[in-house]
Structures are given as structure tokens and as C-alpha cells.
């Protein structure tokens, strides 16, 4: 391929260390895309284990995701909601203003924030996150 196939052996080496250390730049940056579609996977699964009820298994789920990814803002917010329903409100709050902070004009994120507040039983926060989500929805 080099130099139609007559390259000294020198060249043929430096062509074989480049070419793979461009294989291995791209392995890391396709672990890293993989690493992201991990996160998304399993708070998806959290949040299914939390609708069915299966808090502890979601709780375990979306600790893993946000492990992984830890400003991923649907994964904070699903754990928001869990820690709100258990009673922890300082922490859930804490997890819900960051993931805000990530994603202010996510109508999911709001909608998210609603539950955990929902959750925690403070009505009035949650209907003030459901309105800014379905606004946020209708732009």
C-alpha cells in the first residue's frame, strides 16, 4: 500500500505503528460512545424497575448509571425520585437543581423533577415542574 509495495522496512514499521495507534485512538472513542449508550440503557431499565415497583433494583440500576455517567441528567433525576420517595428530600432536591442545571430547557427533565417532588409529597414544586415541562413541551 506503501509506496506500491516497494517501502523499506523502516517506512513499512513507522506505517505499522501509526496505523495502529489510529486503531487504538478509535477504540477508545468507540468505548467511550458505547460507555454513553450504557448509561442511557440502564437508566431506561431503572426507570422500568421503578414503575413496576422494584425500587431497589431501579435504586441499584440507576447508582450503575450514574456511576458511569455521572451527569447524565435522566439517570439524576430517576434517582431523585427514589430518594424522594424514601423520605431523603435534601438529597433528591440536590440531584434535581443539577440535572436542571444540565438540561433547563428539557421538558423530560421537568417532568422528571415533578415526580421526584410528587414523590417526596410536596405538591405544589411538582405542579410547578409538570406546568414547565408541558410549556417547555409546546415550544
Known amino acids: 500500500i506503501v509506496k506500491d509495495g516497494k517501502a523499506d522496512q523502516q517506512t513499512q514499521v513507522r506505517t505499522a505503528k501509526i496505523t ?5 485512538i478509535a477504540a477508545i472513542l468507540m468505548g467511550l460512545a458505547a460507555e454513553k449508550e450504557n448509561v442511557v440503557a440502564r437508566t431506561g431499565l431503572a426507570r422500568v424497575q421503578w414503575k413496576m415497583g422494584l425500587v ?16 447524565y441528567p435522566p439517570a439524576m433525576m430517576l434517582k431523585a425520585a427514589i430518594l424522594a420517595g424514601k423520605g431523603n428530600v435534601a438529597e433528591a ?9 444540565l438540561s433547563p430547557r428539557d421538558p423530560e427533565a421537568h417532568a422528571l423533577a415533578g ?25
Open 20 to 24: 495502529s495507534l489510529c486503531v487504538g
Open 56 to 71: 431497589a433494583e431501579a435504586e441499584k440500576e440507576v447508582g450503575e448509571a450514574l456511576r458511569l455517567g455521572a451527569s
Open 93 to 101: 432536591e440536590t440531584l434535581i437543581r443539577g440535572a436542571l442545571e
Open 115 to 139: 415526580r421526584a417532588y410528587e414523590a417526596a409529597g410536596d405538591l405544589g414544586k411538582a405542579a410547578g415542574m409538570y406546568r414547565k415541562a408541558w410549556l417547555l413541551a409546546g415550544e
